[in-house]
């Protein structure tokens, strides 16, 4: 049931809009991932073309009524939740998600599209479209751009900027922009682009994007490596790199931690060695036609030396399947347990190893923690989130809460590293902006937003107070 305030407005908008699909918040527009906050909303748009769009970012920016892009509702640190304020409208992309256009290199899809849906799209073509998340049966191209979403590819293929090449965008006051350009180079002044990928939807709301696609490798091997220690694992990514130049698709590192997390709480999921290893690699490799990637992945772990001590290669599909369903049931392994603080970082790649020591050795000497260490390592990304030791409950440490991640996020600080790697500011990182961010970048972010919503009615409180 919506509140008069918001039928009046509802009103205002049928008449803006014509055929627009308007209806009373369900619970799941309200809700995000990690269960830390709730959501307000008057009323769920569900526009079907830019042409609607612009009509409601236009009755809203009339009205100085807030806007909340919206796309799958999986980001992680709470963008797509407005929680203070009055109750602004949610764009919800999800009917908008044609293909417009498809060719070997380039695909322009709108915003509505799932990650998965755009993956299939460029798979027809028979074409890669390689960002890859495990939320992206859920997560949409929209809301991966307006976050820069990473995930296990970027080594080799870049974060979800570096496969767009254009957008097409509705801002604040209804102006559309029509950028759905396909060109790899193009220098005509400020790059509008750009920012509104990784806006978090604060500067206007994407529509459709072109994104760039790729060959799909003749030849795909996936492994498990046990490493001795971190270094090790950054010393066997320059092998395999030197040995398979610009042909390594993911590299994650995994801890002994979440292999427990997943024997204590699940999902159950196949763990390839019985005694679980302090440190391990999940490694991908893409090769081109005639070099064979089993092969390669085992003169790969010949060549390793020390730096491997056991290792499973993949012999089938479903045992490349298998690896990765460990891997992306980590993520949930650490809801169950329930974090008391988690941080998506990076430090420089050189760094790496000895950031783990040093927020490792800080974390544990401040109390009786529990720390999940693993992720994007060939990037120098690491979801590095604590825990409650075991039989003791997140209740308990209630109060550490604020000292971890201080703690943590001042050691990744004095490596010259990012406070959010991939997910972004959101509403749960506004403080750490705020404490970290250059005063200068700090500056000009706020100036750019009072340019592009000067009554400030795009996604209100995130990124920025
Ligand atoms: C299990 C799991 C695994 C994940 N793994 C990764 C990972 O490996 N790497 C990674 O980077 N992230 C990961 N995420 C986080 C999340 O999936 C990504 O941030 C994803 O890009 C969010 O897309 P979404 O469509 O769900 O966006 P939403 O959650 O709906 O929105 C996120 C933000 O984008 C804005 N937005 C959404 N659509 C638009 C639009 N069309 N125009 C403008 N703004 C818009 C919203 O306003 C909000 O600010 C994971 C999440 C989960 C639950």
């Given amino acids: 049931m919506l509140n008069p305030a918001d039928q009046a407005f509802c009103s205002v908008l049928a008449q803006a809009v014509p055929g627009l699909s308007m209806t009373a918040p369900e619970p799941r527009y309200l809700e995000e991932p990690r269960g830390l906050l709730a959501g307000l909303a008057g009323v769920v748009v569900k526009p079907v073309t830019t042409t609607q769009v612009a009509g409601v970012m236009r009755a809203c920016h009339a009205a100085r009524v807030g806007v909340v892009p919206y796309g799958g509702g999986t ?191 699940g999902p159950p999921v196949h763990q390839p060695f019985a005694t679980r290893p302090d440190w391990m690699i999940l490694l991908e490799i893409g090769l081109p036609e005639g070099i064979d990637a089993e092969e390669a992945l085992a003169g790969l772990f010949e060549a390793a030396g020390t730096l491997v001590e056991d290792g499973v290669i993949a012999q089938s599909g479903a045992q490349r399947v298998q690896m990765w369903a460990l891997r992306e049931a980590l993520p949930e392994a650490n809801k169950r347990i329930g974090s008391i603080s988690s941080h998506d970082i990076s430090v420089p790649l050189p760094d790496l190893p000895r950031f783990i020591a040093q927020a490792s050795a800080a974390v544990q000497a401040a109390g009786d923690f529990r720390i999940n260490c693993f992720g994007h390592v060939g990037d120098g990304n690491l979801h590095y989130n604590v825990f409650p030791a075991q039989g003791r409950a997140r209740a308990e440490y209630a109060n550490a809460r604020g000292r971890v991640k201080d703690m943590v996020h001042e050691i990744v600080d004095g490596f010259g590293g990012s406070v959010s790697a991939e997910h972004g500011i959101g509403r749960l990182k506004v403080d750490d902006l705020e404490r970290f961010a250059d005063p200068g970048k700090l500056a000009a972010m706020r100036a750019i937003k009072a340019a592009l919503d000067p009554l400030g009615i795009m996604n209100p409180g995130a990124v920025l107070r």
């Fill in 75 to 265: 980001g992680l640190v709470g963008a797509q939740v407005q929680t203070e304020g009055a109750a602004p409208v949610i764009l919800s992309l999800e009917k908008m998600a044609a293909v417009r256009a498809v060719d070997d290199h380039v695909l322009v899809i709108e915003a509505g599209a799932t990650l998965a849906e755009t993956q299939a799209a460029a798979a027809a073509q028979g074409r890669l479209f390689p960002l890859t998340l495990a939320s992206q049966g859920t997560a949409r191209i929209g809301g991966c751009l307006a976050t820069n979403a990473g995930g296990v590819n970027v080594l080799r293929y870049g974060n979800a900027r570096e496969l767009c090449l254009g957008v097409e965008a509705v801002l604040a006051d209804g102006t559309v922009m029509a950028g759905l350009k396909r060109l790899r180079k193009d220098n005509t002044g400020y790059d509008i682009k750009d920012l509104l990928i990784g806006a978090e939807g604060t500067l206007g709301v994407i529509t459709a994007a072109s994104l760039r696609l790729f060959p799909q490798p003749a030849s795909q091997g996936t492994a498990m490596f046990v490493v001795p220690s971190p270094a090790a694992a950054l010393d066997l990514l320059a092998l395999a790199e030197a040995r398979m130049p610009g042909c390594i698709s993911a590299f994650e590192l995994i801890a002994r931690q979440g292999l427990e997390f997943l024997d204590e709480v």
